[in-house]
C-alpha cells in the first residue's frame, strides 16, 4: 500500500501510555467476554461438541495429531485449520475446549490487531472504536467458541489489515513477504478470500511515490510469500497422482449448488436429505462419474460441475440475475445464515450473545460502516484498496451461495469504518452544509432500512443446532439425549423430513415403538422422494421385523407383537408413499 498522505494520522504510530492502554483495554474485554461466553456454555450438551464442519475438522486433526500428516486423497476442505487443530492437538491432546479457549485469545488478539490497523488507517479513536466493536460483536465470539475455520479467517484478516497499515508507514521486505504468507494462509483458510489480495498489490504497484523497481520488487515479494504458503499444499495434492489442484475440488460443486436452476441462494445438498459434510465429496463425485461415464479425478469432478454450472446460468440468464440480487440481499442482511449451529439457539444459554445480538449485529454494523465512508469521503485516495477489499470479496461470496459465517472476513474491514463513523460523525456533521447532511442521513437510514429488511430463508434456522447436536449425540451412543435433541428440532421445524427420520430411528431403538413409527412414518410422508428416507425407513421395518420373529421365538409375545405392528405400519406407509410417485 502506499504511503499514509497528509490526512492519514501520522500521529498514530507514536507510543504512548494512551495507546497502549487503549489496546489494552480491547485485548480485555474481547477476552474477558468470550471466555465468559465459554464459560456459561460448559453445562450446555453442545458445548465442545464439533457439529458439521466441525465434526469433519475435529476427526481430521485427529487423524493429523496421531501421524497421518499427508492423507490419501486431494484435499475437499480448506486444509490450514485443520492442519492447524492437528497441531495443537498433538501438542495439548485431542480436547475441543483447549481449542476453543486458544480461539478466544487468538480472537482477542485479532480485536488488538484491528484497532492497531485502524489507528493508522483511520485515527487512534476510530481505531480503538473498531477493535471494541469487534471485541463485542456477537457473530465473532460465537464462531471463536466453535469449532470452526470461520474464527482464524477473522483473525487472518485482522493479521493483514495490521501488517497492510503497517506497510503505509514502513515498507519493509520482511513486511511484504508477511502480507504474502497471509493472503496465502487465507487462501487455504476460505479459498476466496484470496480476492483480498487484488486491491494490495494494485496499491503498492500504483505507489507513485516508489520507483518502479522497488514497487515491482514489493509485488514479486509478496506473490513469493503467497507461493510459499500455498505451494505445500499444491505439492501434496499433485505428489497423490489425482492431478493438479492448488488447494481443494470443492469449488465446482459449490458453484453449482449455488447457482443452479431453482436455487435460492442458500446451501442445498446436491442429493436431497444428504446436507452432512460426510456425503459432500461421494455425492458429487458419484453424480460427476455417473454423467461422465468413466471414473473422474478431483479436479475433473470440480471441473465438471463448473460447466454444469455454466450451462444452467446459460440456460436462464434473467432468473440467474434474479438469483444474484437475492444473494445480495441475503449478504447484506442482518441475517446470521447458519448451516449447522445457530447464534439464536446459542444466545439462549450464554447471556454474553444473548447481551449483545439484539443491538449489535449485521443491521447496524453496516449502516455505521456507511456512515464512516461518508465521514471519509475525502479520503478515498487512502480508503480505495479497504473499499476494493470490501467489494471484490462480497462478489466472492455471492458468486456462490450465503451463509454467515462465509462473510465473517467482511467483519473487520466493516469494522474499520462503522469505527470512523461513530468517532467522526459529529463533526463531520457540523462541518457539512444542510445538503450533505440531509444526504448522509438518507444514505444511512436507506442502508439500516435495507440490512434490516424482514428476509424468510426457507425453513427456521434454529433447528439446526438441535439437529445436528441430535446428530453428533446419536453417533456417540446417547440415544436419551439425541432424542430430545431431535424432539427440539422438530418443534423448531415439523415439516423437515430428516428431522422426523432421525427422531423416529432413535425413538425406536430407544423402545419407544409408538412414537417411533409415528415419526418415522411421518418422514416418509415428508420426504418421499428422498431415496435416504425411503431406504432407511425400509431398513427399519426389516430390523423391527427381525426383532419381532426372535422375540415370538423367545416366548415374549407382547413384545413380539409390538415391533411386529410397527414393521408393518412402517411398510404401509412406504408402500403407500411408492403408489403415489408412480
Not at 490450514?80 to 475441543?96: K, S, T, W
Not at 510459499?228 to 453449482?256: D, H, I, K, Q
Not at 460447466?307 to 449478504?331: C, F, H, N, T, Y
Not at 434456522?461 to 430430545?484: C, K, M, P, V, W
Request: some cysteine; hydrophobic content about 55%.
Amino acid at each position: 500500500m502506499t504511503e499514509p498522505r497528509a490526512s492519514a494520522p501520522a500521529q498514530a504510530d507514536a507510543p504512548g501510555e494512551a495507546r497502549w492502554a487503549a489496546l489494552a483495554g480491547v485485548f480485555g474485554l474481547a477476552l474477558g467476554l468470550r471466555l465468559v461466553h465459554l464459560a456459561l456454555l460448559r453445562d450446555a450438551p453442545f458445548f465442545a461438541m464439533p457439529m458439521g464442519d466441525g465434526r469433519v475438522f475435529d476427526a481430521w486433526a485427529r487423524e493429523l495429531a496421531a501421524g497421518d500428516w499427508i492423507g490419501t486423497e486431494v484435499f475437499f476442505q480448506a486444509p490450514l485449520y485443520p492442519y492447524l487443530l492437528g497441531v495443537l492437538y498433538r501438542v495439548g491432546g485431542a480436547e475441543p475446549a483447549l481449542a476453543l479457549l486458544v480461539q478466544s485469545v487468538l480472537g482477542a488478539l485479532g480485536c488488538v490487531l484491528l484497532a492497531a490497523a485502524g489507528a493508522r488507517l483511520m485515527g487512534r479513536g476510530a481505531g480503538t472504536a473498531a477493535g471494541l466493536l469487534l471485541a463485542c460483536y456477537p457473530a465473532a465470539i460465537f464462531y471463536d467458541g466453535l469449532i470452526q475455520k470461520a474464527s482464524l479467517a477473522l483473525v487472518g484478516v485482522c493479521a493483514l489489515l495490521f501488517v497492510a497499515s503497517r506497510l503505509r508507514v514502513r515498507p519493509t521486505a520482511l513486511g511484504f513477504v508477511g502480507m504474502g504468507l497471509l493472503l496465502g494462509g487465507l487462501a487455504l483458510t476460505r479459498e476466496n478470500a484470496v480476492v483480498l489480495g487484488v486491491p494490495l498489490l494494485l496499491a503498492i504497484a500504483l505507489d507513485d511515490r516508489a520507483r518502479p523497481v522497488r514497487r515491482a520488487g514489493a509485488v514479486a515479494l509478496v506473490l513469493a510469500g503467497m507461493i510459499a504458503m500455498v505451494l505445500p499444499a499444491a505439492v501434496r495434492n499433485a505428489t497423490l497422482g489425482e492431478g493438479f489442484v492448488v488447494s481443494t475440488s470443492n469449488l465446482g460443486p459449490n458453484l453449482y449448488i449455488g447457482n443452479q436452476r431453482g436455487a435460492d441462494g442458500l446451501y442445498t445438498p446436491l442429493v436431497p436429505g444428504r446436507s452432512s459434510p460426510d456425503y459432500e465429496r461421494a455425492d458429487a463425485t458419484a453424480i460427476a462419474e455417473e454423467r461422465l461415464g468413466r471414473a473422474a479425478t478431483p479436479g475433473e469432478v470440480s471441473a465438471f460441475w463448473v460447466s454444469e454450472a455454466r450451462s444452467e446460468i446459460a440456460a436462464d440468464p434473467a432468473g440467474w440475475i434474479v438469483l444474484m440480487g437475492r444473494k445480495l440481499l441475503l449478504l447484506h442482511n442482518r441475517l446470521e445464515i447458519g448451516d449447522t449451529e445457530d447464534l439464536s439457539t446459542f444466545a439462549e444459554v450464554s447471556p454474553v450473545l444473548g447481551a449483545f445480538a439484539p443491538w449489535l449485529h449485521f443491521g447496524t454494523l453496516l449502516p455505521l460502516a456507511v456512515l464512516g465512508v461518508w465521514v471519509r469521503r475525502r479520503h478515498l485516495a487512502d480508503d480505495w484498496p479497504l473499499l476494493a477489499m470490501l467489494a471484490l470479496y462480497g462478489a466472492s461470496v455471492a458468486a456462490f451461495f450465503v451463509m454467515g459465517r462465509f462473510r465473517m472476513p467482511w467483519v473487520p474491514l466493516l469494522a474499520l469504518f462503522a469505527g470512523a463513523g461513530l468517532v467522526g460523525a459529529r463533526a463531520a456533521l457540523g462541518e457539512a452544509g444542510p445538503r450533505a447532511r440531509i444526504a448522509a442521513v438518507v444514505l444511512v437510514a436507506g442502508v439500516a432500512v435495507a440490512a434490516n429488511w424482514p428476509l424468510a430463508p426457507r425453513g427456521d434456522s434454529r433447528f439446526l443446532a438441535h439437529y445436528n447436536l441430535g446428530a453428533a449425540l446419536a453417533e456417540r451412543g446417547d440415544t436419551q439425549a439425541a432424542i430430545t435433541a431431535f424432539q427440539r428440532a422438530a418443534d423448531a421445524a415439523p415439516h423437515a423430513a430428516e428431522v422426523r427420520y432421525n427422531l423416529g430411528v432413535n425413538q425406536a431403538r430407544a423402545g419407544r415403538l409408538a412414537d417411533g413409527t409415528r415419526n418415522l412414518a411421518e418422514a416418509v410422508r415428508l420426504g418421499s422422494e428422498q431415496p435416504m428416507i425411503r431406504d432407511g425407513v425400509a431398513q427399519m421395518a426389516r430390523i423391527l421385523g427381525e426383532q419381532a420373529r426372535a422375540a415370538a421365538a423367545e416366548g415374549r409375545r407382547g413384545q413380539a407383537r409390538a415391533l411386529a405392528n410397527a414393521s408393518d405400519a412402517l411398510t404401509r406407509e412406504l408402500t403407500a408413499a411408492a403408489e403415489q410417485t408412480r
